[in-house]
């Protein structure tokens, strides 16, 4: 059962445009999300997170929308930059959940073309 | 000191040995993680230590075997694996498991190839 789903494998855009990434969840105990960046054979950084009390956190080009309602949340990056191509994770976390355990969507690969 | 060390970076190894990976950090950071990642799969979490302490263990066979010799120290002990865990191995650490809103410090992982 993937509590964390990330629907789209890999998506692609123009330089200087908007990356839009989405991601789903079904667990409405999850009370925290993340979003991490991964280049092959290195581990994720963290890049960005968001409280379910809150509905956006924006951390310069790099924004994340939360709508609870529909369990979904998105990553906003503007402008997209070359150096943006990576594989994203979506990441979800529950209060109470012992050890603070993540639970990682499937990853999205994005790539930036000059 | 912001970051999460593994050693070795790569590592290959028979399924009669027995080897170990190493992580350190230096952030005081409570709370230590393992996962494990396939190719094209998300990171699967192993084990928890908080406060030096085993808190989860995943199901995870006994061939993988953690240790949490001090606060900024984790080992995974290896033995008698299979080609199947042939994978790279994360290790990650936060202040502490105890508060949510904690994000972690992942390191650059062991990439482990099982022969």
């Known amino acids: 059962d993937q509590q964390v789903k990330q629907n789209s494998p890999s998506l692609s855009v123009q330089e200087g445009r908007i990356s839009i990434l989405n991601c789903d969840y079904t667990n409405s105990m999850f009370d925290y999300f993340l979003w991490y960046k991964k280049y092959p054979a290195e581990g994720p950084t963290f890049l960005i997170s968001?409280?379910?009390?809150?509905d956006k956190n924006e951390d310069g080009r790099f924004t994340v929308f939360l709508n609870k309602s529909a369990k979904h949340l998105s990553l906003h990056i503007v402008p997209s930059q070359p150096g943006d191509s990576a594989v994203y994770f979506c990441?979800?976390?529950?209060?109470?959940?012992?050890?603070?355990?993540?639970?990682f969507g499937q990853g999205t690969e994005l790539s930036v073309k000059p | 000191d912001t970051e999460v060390t593994q050693t070795p970076k790569h590592l290959v190894m028979g399924m009669t040995n027995k080897k170990s990976l190493k992580c350190e950090q230096h952030?005081?950071?409570?709370?230590m993680y393992w996962y494990k990642q396939k190719a094209k799969k998300p990171p699967e979490l192993m084990f928890v230590y908080s406060y030096e302490k085993l808190s989860i263990n995943e199901s995870v066979p006994s061939r993988f075997s953690p240790e949490c010799p001090n606060s900024s120290l984790l080992n995974l002990h290896l033995h008698a694996l299979q080609p199947e865990d042939s994978a790279l191995y994360l290790c990650a650490s936060r202040l502490t498991d105890r508060v949510p809103n904690y994000g972690y410090t992942f390191g650059s992982g062991t990439r482990l190839t099982v022969v």
């Open positions: 968001i409280s379910s009390i809150k």
């Open positions: 952030m005081g950071h409570r709370a």
């Open positions: 990441a979800a976390s529950a209060l109470g959940n012992q050890g603070g355990k993540l639970i």
